[in-house]
């Protein structure tokens, strides 16, 4: 809270996107011109300044921030949220790249987080616990999938993953997150298709807090994700203890 609460007044004062590189630059005025103070947009600007200028140039989910430059064209970015600046540093193509595909993935980690409780594979020894899959899944399944997963990403590319590579060439003509996979079902007008890509994307991004939630859950309780709360428990005191040297310091278990 008190970090964000700086990033703010840091943003508010400089004008500036973080990481607030030439905050000093900003904030000290050279001997040669003295630059106006820094305003909020809506309060007391000065006379040069119109509110209606100031508003335009603020983000419309952040309007104490300057708004992003190059989120134009991509599927949600009217909401103009990039309070990092990371479009402005980095590839924004590359970035809503993998924004898609964290997105697809926890999308199917959900289901299948909420399905090892229940189902599984036959050959394949239940684990309640779906953090525990990953130790009772026969060891040349695993393998076979890190493989499939390696040999998928990189053929998808021409092994171009980058950010430096990823969308030169050929690659400029790719719409991110485009791996011509089930397009033949998509609607054929644009403003059906973009808002089946924003929904996509929103659907995506819960499921990235949705998956990181349910892992939280199962290290504090310490079990599988149903029954929210187990029967006895105590609450999560001792919830982080590993079995480890450190973690056998930590909780005093080795008598020291």
Same mark, same amino acid.
């Given at each position: 809270?008190?970090?964000?609460?700086?990033?703010?007044?840091?943003?508010?004062?400089?004008?500036?996107?973080?990481?607030?590189?030439?905050?000093?630059?900003?904030?000290? @005025?050279?001997?040669?011109?003295?630059?106006? @103070?820094?305003?909020?947009?809506?309060?007391?600007?000065?006379?040069?300044?119109?509110?209606t200028a100031c508003h335009a140039s603020s983000s419309k989910s952040l309007p104490f921030l300057p708004k992003p430059?190059?989120?134009?064209?991509?599927?949600?970015?009217?909401?103009?949220?990039? @309070?990092?600046?990371?479009?402005?540093?980095?590839?924004?193509?590359?970035?809503?790249?993998?924004?898609?595909?964290?997105?697809?993935?926890?999308?199917?980690a959900t289901v299948g987080f909420v399905a090892e409780q229940y189902i599984q594979f036959p050959g394949f020894t239940?684990?309640?616990?779906?953090?525990?899959?990953?130790?009772?899944?026969?060891?040349?399944?695993?393998?076979?999938?890190?493989?499939?997963?390696?040999?998928?990403?990189?053929?998808?590319?021409?092994?171009?993953?980058?950010?430096?590579?990823?969308?030169?060439?050929?690659?400029?003509?790719?719409?991110?997150?485009?791996?011509?996979?089930?397009?033949?079902?998509?609607?054929?007008?644009?403003?059906?298709?973009?808002?089946?890509?924003?929904?996509?994307?929103?659907?995506?991004?819960?499921?990235?807090?949705?998956?990181?939630?349910?892992?939280?859950?199962?290290?504090?309780?310490?079990?599988?994700?149903?029954?929210?709360?187990?029967?006895?428990?105590?609450?999560?005191?001792?919830?982080?203890?590993?079995?480890?040297?450190?973690?056998?310091?930590?909780?005093?278990?080795?008598?020291?």
């Amino acid at each position: 809270m008190l970090a964000y609460g700086g990033i703010v007044t840091t943003a508010v004062l400089t004008q500036e996107k973080w990481p607030f590189f030439d905050a000093v630059v900003n904030a000290v @005025p050279d001997n040669k011109q003295v630059r106006a @103070p820094a305003t909020f947009c809506g309060g007391a600007a000065p006379r040069s300044v119109s509110r209606t200028a100031c508003h335009a140039s603020s983000s419309k989910s952040l309007p104490f921030l300057p708004k992003p430059q190059n989120l134009g064209g991509l599927a949600g970015g009217d909401a103009e949220f990039d @309070p990092l600046g990371f479009s402005d540093t980095f590839d924004v193509k590359w970035l809503r790249e993998s924004e898609l595909k964290h997105g697809r993935v926890c999308m199917l980690a959900t289901v299948g987080f909420v399905a090892e409780q229940y189902i599984q594979f036959p050959g394949f020894t239940p684990a309640e616990d779906a953090l525990q899959a990953i130790y009772t899944a026969p060891p040349n399944i695993t393998a076979l999938l890190l493989f499939a997963c390696g040999y998928i990403e990189s053929s998808a590319y021409d092994g171009k993953l980058t950010m430096l590579d990823m969308f030169d060439g050929e690659g400029a003509k790719r719409a991110p997150g485009d791996l011509n996979f089930g397009k033949r079902f998509l609607p054929g007008d644009k403003a059906a298709a973009d808002d089946l890509a924003t929904k996509e994307l929103s659907n995506g991004r819960l499921a990235m807090l949705a998956f990181a939630g349910m892992v939280h859950h199962n290290l504090v309780v310490k079990g599988p994700l149903f029954p929210l709360f187990p029967e006895g428990w105590a609450g999560p005191q001792g919830s982080w203890d590993l079995d480890s040297t450190a973690g056998a310091l930590n909780s005093g278990s080795l008598g020291l």
